[in-house]
């Protein structure tokens, strides 16, 4: 199995998951379906926590997919919500120019930047974050084609993802927290699962969803309910819209109690790439990186109704 094949594997029991939560997605693929266009998924995002002690953040779920290949492409940052994320590109693929893997878009809370009573309620779970992927697994990673054995570390990856990180989190955290910044709660009680998946519009190749305005307004009649605004003006180097965020029972603790409460979760993105030119060469290429204005009001929806 080529490292390849087994992102493949990864991604399709991730997307199970996503799927599974977020009835929006099964929308999209009828109205693609009916329309007889293809379905390609731009890119993934996962959200998480910067912590020392243990150490969390980008790392925690970047790492896995750089031993698999993945590669760093680009930096982003934003301020007013204390946020950074990095953009990794996928490994290559044969035959040249068939692209089936998606770009990977990672962020993170910068908690360093809240105030002190903020990071107290964050550390009722993040002070009891798991223990980090080994060294040995990231090494079976790295050499997956060589291996005999790939159902455990692929399990062990489903798990990372899948399976919150610390244990169910107070409900008084999470409230509190959500007061001073909304991704933070979505993180404590998601975990690593994943935020979005994206269809992107660029590969639907009809021309009844050519475009991301065809597009939405097929979901919209469909009865998806969407984003009211596109992010990106007709022509530019990126177009975004969303639908809204599911709001599904997440796992919590009350008075030392299990419990559940309703928080919402995932959206399903849709994204319109554009050229941009090579200034040395003069050469057109399709745009593939993303736009810091556009993914922080993307960030917004899962903003709690």
Same mark, same amino acid.
């Given at each position: ?172 955290? !999470? /409230? %509190?927290? +959500?007061? @001073?910044?909304?991704?933070? =709660?979505?993180?404590?009680?998601? $975990? ?13 190749? !009809? /021309? %009844?969803? +050519?475009? @991301?305005?065809?597009?939405? =307004?097929?979901?919209?009649?469909? $009865? ?17 819209? +969303? ?63």
């Amino acid at each position: 199995m080529t490292n390849v094949e087994f992102l493949q594997h990864l991604f399709n029991q991730l997307w199970g998951a996503y799927r599974t939560r977020v009835a929006y997605v099964r929308d999209y693929e009828q109205v693609v379906a009916s329309a007889g266009a293809e379905f390609l998924n731009d890119h993934i995002a996962f959200r998480s926590v910067a912590w020392q002690q243990p150490s969390a953040g980008i790392s925690s779920i970047s790492r896995p997919f750089e031993a698999l290949g993945y590669r760093p492409a680009a930096c982003y940052h934003f301020p007013d919500k204390h946020l950074q994320a990095i953009h990794l590109e996928p490994p290559a693929e044969e035959p040249p120019g068939h692209r089936s893997l998606p770009k990977l878009f990672v962020s993170e809370l910068q908690a360093w930047k809240l105030d002190e009573a903020a990071r107290h309620h964050l550390a009722h779970s993040l002070n009891h974050h798991r223990p980090p992927l080994s060294i040995d697994l990231l090494d079976q990673l790295a050499h997956i084609d060589s291996i005999d054995h790939r159902k455990e570390p692929l399990e062990t990856l489903v798990a990372w993802f899948l399976e919150r990180p610390w244990p169910a989190p107070e409900k008084s955290d !999470v /409230e %509190s927290i +959500a007061e @001073i910044s909304q991704y933070a =709660a979505w993180v404590l009680v998601h $975990g690593y699962a994943v935020n979005h998946f994206t269809g992107l519009v660029n590969a639907h190749g !009809v /021309e %009844s969803l +050519a475009t @991301i305005e065809k597009t939405v =307004a097929g979901l919209q009649a469909a $009865g998806v309910p969407m984003k009211p605004e596109i992010e990106g003006v007709v022509g530019s180097r990126l177009r975004q819209t +969303a639908t809204e965020a599911v709001v599904v029972d997440v796992e919590i603790t009350e008075a030392g109690q299990s419990a559940s409460m309703p928080w919402t979760y995932a959206y399903f993105e849709l994204a319109e790439r554009g050229e941009v030119i090579d200034l040395a060469t003069g050469e057109a290429s399709r745009f593939e990186g993303f736009l810091g204005p556009q993914a922080t009001q993307l960030f917004d929806m899962t903003r709690r109704p």
